[in-house]
C-alpha cells in the first residue's frame, strides 16, 4: 500500500460543441460548422512548461556498496525497468505506441539537437512550443503514459497538432526513416490529442478509460469476473479481463496472467497444478490463460536470475527463486512464496521489491500496477524508524479500538528509510508497507520503507495556497519534518493495525464469536471474511481510499502523542509546531483534493486525496471553530480562500472527532461490512453545494490556484567488465527524457512493444 474516443465536449451558446484538438491553452471548437477558438485559462488536462523536476540523488548510498551489492542492484534494476515497461500497457492503448515514437526521436538525437532542428524547420515551433514538447515527453516517460499517476487524468501536449508533427517531421529519426515515424505518428496523432468525456480520466464503462479491461466491459463484468476469481481462488493482482463476444452472440471472459510461459501446461519443478483453463461459471464462459506481457516478463526474469548470482544470504536467493517462478508462471502464490523470504531478510543493505502491487488504478481496484523499486538503506534516519517499531506494541493500545480488534501479536516489521536507487512504475510513493497479501499480513508480517531521498528531494520554490501568511511559513519550514512523522505512522501503525475477522477452510473463526462485541450495537459479530475473501474483493472500488484514510487517521490520531514525537527529534515547542503543521497539511490536503474528484461521473481520481478530503470533512463536522474555511478575494482579485485550524482544539475537538471516526473505520473492515462501510464512506466523499463550504463551488478555486506536481529524474546503472558505475542527469525535463533513451537503448524494446500492441489493439477499439 501507498501512503477520453477524440473529443471533449462544452456547453456553448446552449448548444454542444466538441473540441477536435487541443491547441496550447486554446481549444478549437466545431459549433455547428463554424470554428471558434475558446481560451481555457487553467487547464487540468496540461503540463505547464514550469512543471519542477527533482533529483533522486542517491550517489553517496550507491558508493557505499560492495562490488557485490552494486552487481547485485544493477541487476534488479534492469529487471525492475524492464517489467515497468508493462505498466504502459496498463495505463492506455495509445500509451505504448506514443513511447515507442518519442524513444525513436530522442534516441536518433540530443534534445539540443533537436530543438535546433526543429526551430529551423518550416512552421516549426516557437521555443515555447519546443520546451512545451519536450515537458510533455518527460511527464509522459515519468508517469509510463499519458494519464498521471496521481489524479488518473489524461495530459495532451502543450502545443499545437501541427507543430508537434513538425518536430517530428524535423528529427533524424524520421530523416533516417519517414515510413516508420510517420506510420507510428497516425497510430497515434488522434489519441495524443484526444479528450472526450471518457478519454478524460481512467475509469471502468462510460466513466473513463481502463486497460485492464477491454474497452467493452462494464462494472458489471468486473463484478461476474471477480466472482469467478473468488470461486477458483484466483487473485487477481497479475491479471487483466477481456470480452468478447463470439458469432453466436456468446460471452467469453479471458483472464489473462502476467507471465513470460504461453503455455497453459503445468511446468515441472516449478508448479504441480495450472490454473488455466476453460470453464463455465454461473452461466459463463472464462478462459484463465497466461502470457500477459511475456517478452518483458521474460526480460525481468532473466535478469533476476543474474541478480540471484549476487545475493548477500539465503533469504535473498530464495525470494528470488520464487519471483522467478512467479513471473515465468504467472503464479501469485510463487509471488507470496518470494514475499515471506523478503519479509524474513531483516536489514538488508540493498532492499527491493517487485510485483503486481497497488490496486489504485483499476478502476474495481484489485488489480495491480507493476512495479519495481531498488534502494539503499539511509542508516541515520532508519535508526528513528527502528525505534518507533519497538515501541510498536506500546502505542497500538492508543488506537480507539479495544485489544480484540487488534492482531492476535505484533509481527515487528522491518522499518528502514531508503534511498531510491530505481523505482519503475507510473509514480513514485514516500512511504510503502507492504505486502498487500492479506494472510501473510496478519499472519507473518510485513515491512515498512520510508523514501528518504524522495522526502527530502528538493525542487525550485512552489506557491503555497489557502493559508495566512504566519502558517505558510512554519508550513514550509516544519512540512517535510512532519510528513516523515506522518509516514513513519501512517506505515507502521496504519497500515500495520487492525484485524481482520476470518473464517478458513474449515470454518474455523479466528476470534471468540461469543466473547467479541459490535462496537457499535454491542451484540456479537455477524459478518466476517470467509475462506478466499479478502479486502480487496470484499471492498472493491473504495478498499484503496478506505485504507488509506484508515492510515491517514492513525497518523494524526498518534503524532498527539508528545513520545512518539521525541522518538524523530521534537520536543516541547518544537513537537507542538510539528503536530500542528502535520494536521494543518492534512487539512488544506482536503482542499487541494477537491482537483481530483471529477463533478460530471462524481468520481475521485485519486485514493489518497479523497482520504483527505473525507478527514478535512470529518473534522469541519466536529464544528467549535476546530476547522474553518475563510472565502475570500486574492491580491490578484480573484476568488480565494484560506485554511484556519485551531491549534488549541486539536487535542480535543480534533482527537475525539478523529478518534470516533477511525472506530467506525475499523469496526467495519474488521467485520468485513462492506454496505456499512461504503455507506459512511460515500457520504463523507461526496462533493456537493449542501454544506456551508460549498465545495463543488469552490472547486473552481481551486482548480484556479493548482500547482504542477513535481516530477523525479533517476539515474541509472551502467554495467562496464564487472564494475557498475552511477549515472547522473540534470533535474530537468530535458535530463528526465535523456534518463529513459538510456534507459532502453535496445532497439528489440520498441520491436516488443509493438508487437505487444498489436497483439490486443482489437480489444480497445484502437
Same mark, same amino acid.
Given at each position: 500500500m501507498?501512503?477520453?474516443?477524440?473529443?471533449?465536449?462544452?456547453?456553448? !451558446?446552449?448548444?454542444?460543441?466538441?473540441?477536435?484538438?487541443?491547441?496550447?491553452?486554446?481549444?478549437?471548437?466545431?459549433?455547428?460548422?463554424?470554428?471558434?477558438?475558446?481560451?481555457?485559462?487553467d !487547464?487540468?488536462?496540461?503540463?505547464?512548461?514550469?512543471?519542477?523536476?527533482a533529483?533522486?540523488?542517491?550517489?553517496?548510498?550507491?558508493?557505499?556498496?560492495?562490488?557485490?551489492?552494486?552487481?547485485?542492484?544493477?541487476?534488479?534494476?534492469q529487471?525492475?525497468?524492464?517489467?515497468?515497461?508493462?505498466?504502459?500497457?496498463?495505463?492506455?492503448?495509445?500509451?505504448?505506441?506514443?513511447?515507442?515514437?518519442?524513444?525513436?526521436?530522442?534516441?536518433?538525437?540530443?534534445?539540443?539537437?533537436?530543438?535546433?532542428?526543429?526551430?529551423?524547420?518550416?512552421?516549426?515551433?516557437?521555443?515555447?512550443?519546443?520546451?512545451?514538447?519536450?515537458?510533455?515527453?518527460?511527464?509522459?516517460?515519468?508517469?509510463?503514459? @499519458?494519464?498521471?499517476?496521481?489524479?488518473?487524468?489524461?495530459?495532451?501536449?502543450?502545443?499545437?497538432?501541427d507543430?508537434f508533427?513538425?518536430?517530428?517531421?524535423?528529427?533524424?529519426?524520421?530523416?533516417?526513416?519517414?515510413?516508420?515515424?510517420?506510420?507510428?505518428?497516425?497510430?497515434?496523432?488522434?489519441a495524443?490529442? !484526444?479528450?472526450?468525456r $471518457?478519454?478524460?480520466?481512467?475509469?471502468?464503462?462510460?466513466?473513463?478509460?481502463?486497460?485492464?479491461?477491454?474497452?467493452?466491459?462494464?462494472?458489471?463484468?468486473?463484478?461476474?469476473?471477480?466472482?469467478?476469481?473468488?470461486?477458483?481462488?484466483?487473485?487477481?493482482?497479475?491479471?487483466?479481463?477481456?470480452?468478447?463476444?463470439?458469432?453466436?452472440?456468446?460471452?467469453?471472459?479471458?483472464v489473462?496472467?502476467?507471465?513470460?510461459?504461453?503455455?497453459?501446461?503445468?511446468?515441472?519443478?516449478?508448479?504441480?497444478?495450472?490454473?488455466? *483453463?476453460?470453464?463455465?461459471?454461473?452461466?459463463?464462459?472464462?478462459?484463465?490463460?497466461?502470457?500477459?506481457?511475456?517478452?518483458?516478463?521474460?526480460?525481468?526474469?532473466?535478469?533476476?536470475?543474474?541478480a540471484?548470482?549476487?545475493?548477500? @544470504?539465503?533469504?535473498?536467493?530464495?525470494?528470488?527463486?520464487?519471483?522467478?517462478?512467479?513471473?515465468?508462471?504467472?503464479?501469485?502464490?510463487?509471488h507470496?512464496?518470494?514475499?515471506?523470504?523478503?519479509?524474513?531478510?531483516? *536489514?538488508?543493505?540493498?532492499?527491493?521489491?517487485?510485483?503486481?502491487?497497488e490496486?489504485? $488504478?483499476?478502476?474495481? %481496484?484489485?488489480? *495491480?500496477?507493476?512495479?519495481?523499486?531498488?534502494?539503499?538503506?539511509?542508516?541515520?534516519?532508519?535508526?528513528?524508524?527502528?525505534?518507533?517499531?519497538?515501541n510498536?506494541?506500546?502505542?497500538l493500545?492508543?488506537?480507539?479500538?479495544?485489544?480484540?480488534?487488534?492482531?492476535d501479536?505484533?509481527?515487528?516489521?522491518?522499518?528502514?528509510?531508503?534511498?531510491?536507487?530505481?523505482?519503475?512504475?507510473?509514480g513514485?510513493?514516500? %512511504?510503502i508497507?507492504?505486502?498487500?497479501?492479506?494472510?501473510?499480513?496478519q499472519?507473518?508480517?510485513?515491512?515498512?520503507?520510508?523514501?528518504?531521498?524522495?522526502?527530502s528531494?528538493?525542487?525550485?520554490?512552489?506557491?503555497?495556497?489557502?493559508?495566512?501568511?504566519?502558517?505558510?511559513?512554519?508550513?514550509?519550514?516544519?512540512k517535510?519534518?512532519?510528513?516523515?512523522?506522518?509516514?513513519?505512522?501512517?506505515?507502521?501503525?496504519?497500515?500495520?493495525?487492525?484485524?481482520?475477522?476470518?473464517?478458513?477452510?474449515? %470454518?474455523?473463526?479466528?476470534?471468540?464469536?461469543?466473547?467479541?462485541?459490535?462496537?457499535d450495537?454491542?451484540?456479537?459479530?455477524?459478518?466476517?471474511? @470467509?475462506?478466499?475473501?479478502?479486502?480487496?474483493?470484499?471492498f472493491?472500488?473504495?478498499?484503496?481510499?478506505?485504507?488509506?484514510?484508515?492510515?491517514?487517521?492513525?497518523?494524526?490520531?498518534?503524532?498527539?502523542?508528545?513520545?512518539?514525537?521525541?522518538?524523530?527529534?521534537?520536543?516541547?515547542?518544537a513537537?507542538?509546531?510539528?503536530?500542528?503543521?502535520?494536521?494543518?497539511?492534512?487539512?488544506?490536503?482536503?482542499?487541494l483534493?477537491?482537483?481530483?474528484?471529477?463533478?460530471?461521473?462524481?468520481?475521485?481520481?485519486?485514493?489518497?486525496?479523497?482520504?483527505?478530503?473525507?478527514?478535512?470533512?470529518?473534522?469541519?463536522?466536529?464544528?467549535?471553530?476546530?476547522v474553518?474555511?475563510?472565502?475570500?478575494?486574492?491580491?490578484?482579485?480573484?476568488?480565494?480562500?484560506?485554511?484556519?485550524?485551531?491549534?488549541?482544539?486539536?487535542?480535543?475537538? *480534533?482527537?475525539?472527532?478523529?478518534?470516533?471516526?477511525?472506530?467506525?473505520?475499523?469496526l467495519?473492515?474488521?467485520?468485513?461490512?462492506?454496505?456499512?462501510?461504503?455507506?459512511?464512506?460515500?457520504?463523507?466523499?461526496?462533493?456537493?453545494?449542501?454544506t456551508?463550504?460549498?465545495?463543488?463551488?469552490?472547486?473552481?478555486?481551486?482548480?484556479?490556484?493548482k500547482?504542477?506536481r513535481?516530477?523525479?529524474?533517476?539515474?541509472?546503472?551502467?554495467?562496464?567488465?564487472?564494475?557498475?558505475?552511477?549515472?547522473?542527469?540534470?533535474?530537468?525535463?530535458?535530463?528526465?527524457?535523456?534518463?529513459?533513451?538510456? $534507459?532502453?537503448?535496445?532497439d528489440?524494446?520498441?520491436?516488443?512493444?509493438?508487437?505487444?500492441?498489436?497483439?490486443?489493439?482489437?480489444?480497445?477499439?484502437?
Open positions: 501507498h501512503c477520453t474516443a477524440v473529443r471533449y465536449c462544452f456547453r456553448f !451558446s446552449g448548444r454542444i460543441c466538441r473540441a477536435t484538438y487541443f491547441c496550447k491553452r486554446f481549444y478549437t471548437l466545431k459549433v455547428q460548422g463554424t470554428v471558434r477558438l475558446a481560451k481555457m485559462t !487547464s487540468q488536462f496540461i503540463i505547464p512548461n514550469e512543471v519542477p523536476v533529483n533522486l540523488e542517491c550517489k553517496v548510498a550507491f558508493n557505499c556498496l560492495t562490488g557485490k551489492e552494486k552487481r547485485y542492484s544493477h541487476f534488479l534494476s529487471a525492475s525497468w524492464a517489467g515497468g515497461l508493462s505498466v504502459l500497457f496498463q495505463t492506455s492503448a495509445e500509451s505504448p505506441v506514443i513511447f515507442i515514437l518519442l524513444q525513436k526521436i530522442f534516441k536518433s538525437q540530443t534534445v539540443c539537437e533537436l530543438e535546433e532542428a526543429a526551430l529551423k524547420a518550416p512552421n516549426g515551433p516557437s521555443k515555447e512550443e519546443f520546451e512545451a514538447m519536450v515537458t510533455y515527453a518527460a511527464a509522459f516517460y515519468s508517469n509510463s503514459g @499519458n494519464y498521471k499517476s496521481f489524479g488518473d487524468t489524461k495530459f495532451v501536449p502543450n502545443l499545437p497538432k507543430k508533427y513538425a518536430i517530428v517531421k524535423s528529427s533524424a529519426a524520421y530523416a533516417k526513416d519517414s515510413d516508420g515515424i510517420e506510420d507510428l505518428w497516425k497510430s497515434c496523432d488522434d495524443l490529442y !484526444s479528450l472526450s $471518457r478519454e478524460q480520466q481512467l475509469g471502468l464503462g462510460e466513466t473513463g478509460i481502463s486497460t485492464y479491461f477491454s474497452s467493452n466491459c462494464t462494472l458489471q463484468d468486473a463484478e461476474i469476473a471477480q466472482k469467478f476469481l473468488n470461486d477458483k481462488e484466483i487473485s487477481a493482482y497479475n491479471t487483466r479481463l477481456f470480452k468478447t463476444v463470439d458469432a453466436n452472440g456468446a460471452v467469453i471472459y479471458e489473462r496472467l502476467a507471465s513470460s510461459l504461453k503455455t497453459d501446461t503445468p511446468v515441472e519443478e516449478i508448479e504441480k497444478i495450472t490454473k488455466c *483453463g476453460t470453464f463455465n461459471f454461473d452461466g459463463h464462459t472464462f478462459k484463465v490463460t497466461r502470457g500477459d506481457y511475456a517478452p518483458l516478463m521474460n526480460k525481468m526474469a532473466d535478469n533476476l536470475k543474474l540471484k548470482e549476487h545475493a548477500a @544470504n539465503e533469504h535473498e536467493a530464495t525470494m528470488l527463486k520464487h519471483y522467478i517462478n512467479s513471473f515465468t508462471t504467472g503464479s501469485i502464490d510463487a507470496k512464496d518470494g514475499s515471506r523470504s523478503w519479509i524474513r531478510d531483516k *536489514g538488508p543493505v540493498v532492499e527491493s521489491y517487485i510485483g503486481f502491487i490496486s489504485y $488504478r483499476d478502476p474495481f %481496484g484489485v488489480r *495491480g500496477e507493476f512495479e519495481g523499486f531498488v534502494a539503499m538503506v539511509n542508516k541515520e534516519m532508519s535508526t528513528k524508524f527502528a525505534n518507533l517499531v519497538s510498536a506494541e506500546k502505542y493500545p492508543l488506537l480507539p479500538w479495544p485489544k480484540e480488534y487488534e492482531k501479536r505484533f509481527l515487528r516489521p522491518d522499518f528502514t528509510s531508503l534511498d531510491v536507487l530505481c523505482f519503475a512504475t507510473s513514485i510513493p514516500a %512511504g508497507n507492504i505486502p498487500n497479501y492479506d494472510d501473510i499480513r499472519e507473518e508480517g510485513f515491512k515498512n520503507v520510508s523514501l528518504g531521498n524522495v522526502l528531494a528538493n525542487t525550485k520554490d512552489q506557491k503555497i495556497t489557502f493559508l495566512s501568511d504566519e502558517d505558510k511559513e512554519l508550513f514550509t519550514k516544519l517535510a519534518p512532519s510528513f516523515e512523522v506522518q509516514v513513519g505512522l501512517h506505515e507502521l501503525l496504519g497500515h500495520g493495525s487492525g484485524k481482520l475477522f476470518q473464517k478458513d477452510e474449515n %470454518g474455523k473463526l479466528n476470534f471468540d464469536v461469543e466473547a467479541v462485541k459490535h462496537l450495537s454491542g451484540s456479537k459479530i455477524e459478518s466476517w471474511y @470467509n475462506h478466499g475473501e479478502t479486502w480487496d474483493s470484499k472493491p472500488v473504495i478498499g484503496s481510499s478506505y485504507e488509506e484514510c484508515r492510515a491517514e487517521c492513525v497518523g494524526i490520531y498518534l503524532c498527539l502523542n508528545r513520545e512518539i514525537l521525541s522518538i524523530f527529534g521534537h520536543e516541547n515547542q513537537a507542538e509546531d510539528i503536530l500542528y503543521v502535520n494536521w494543518l497539511n492534512m487539512v488544506r490536503a482536503g482542499l483534493s477537491l482537483e481530483f474528484y471529477t463533478p460530471e461521473t462524481k468520481t475521485w481520481r485519486q485514493a489518497h486525496m479523497q482520504a483527505r478530503y473525507v478527514i478535512l470533512r470529518v473534522l469541519l463536522e466536529a464544528g467549535q471553530g476546530l474553518q474555511i475563510e472565502k475570500l478575494t486574492g491580491e490578484d482579485g480573484k476568488p480565494d480562500a484560506v485554511m484556519k485550524l485551531d491549534r488549541s482544539k486539536i487535542d480535543t475537538v *480534533g482527537k475525539d472527532a478523529i478518534g470516533k471516526f477511525l472506530q467506525k473505520l475499523q467495519f473492515k474488521s467485520t468485513a461490512d462492506f454496505t456499512q462501510g461504503k455507506a459512511m464512506y460515500d457520504k463523507y466523499s461526496a462533493v456537493n453545494d449542501e456551508p463550504e460549498k465545495f463543488l463551488s469552490m472547486r473552481s478555486v481551486v482548480m484556479a490556484r500547482q504542477p513535481r516530477m523525479f529524474v533517476q539515474p541509472n546503472t551502467l554495467q562496464e567488465g564487472d564494475d557498475i558505475t552511477l549515472h547522473e542527469y540534470d533535474a530537468s525535463v530535458a535530463g528526465i527524457v535523456q534518463s529513459f533513451v538510456e $534507459r532502453y537503448p535496445e528489440e524494446i520498441e520491436d516488443i512493444i509493438k508487437n505487444l500492441w498489436m497483439q490486443d489493439k482489437e480489444h480497445f477499439n484502437f
